[in-house]
């Protein structure tokens, strides 16, 4: 997944909270876009900006080590927009 698609950088509203991480692994099972990895029995976000804002993650950590804005900012917009064929509009920029 090193060549995944990024939208735009530095917007994503994920947020992660190691302390609160058990290491579960449960975020790398539902992440459709690899955004995690395991170093030292903990999950760590990769890279941030990979994150499409789906919801998985934080819907199925147990221990509310994650948080995200679903559904809502650029990367929204830019699904959105390719699906309907037309430019993104997140009204951010």
């Known amino acids: 997944m090193g060549d995944a698609v990024k939208y735009l950088k ?3 509203t994920l947020e992660y ?3 609160k991480c ?6 790398l099972e539902v992440c459709p876009r690899a955004v995690f990895e395991m170093r030292d029995k903990k999950a760590l976000i990769i890279d941030k900006d990979r994150c499409i804002e ?4 934080v819907n199925n950590c147990q221990y509310e080590a994650l948080t995200v804005d679903a559904g809502v900012g650029c ?5 959105y ?4 064929g037309s430019e993104p509009d997140c009204s951010c920029c």
């Open 10 to 12: 530095n917007v994503v």
């Open 22 to 27: 058990t290491g579960c692994r449960r975020c």
């Open 75 to 79: 990367a929204t917009a830019i699904i």
């Open 17 to 19: 909270d190691l302390e």
């Open 54 to 57: 789906c919801g998985a993650c």
């Open 81 to 84: 927009g390719m699906l309907r």
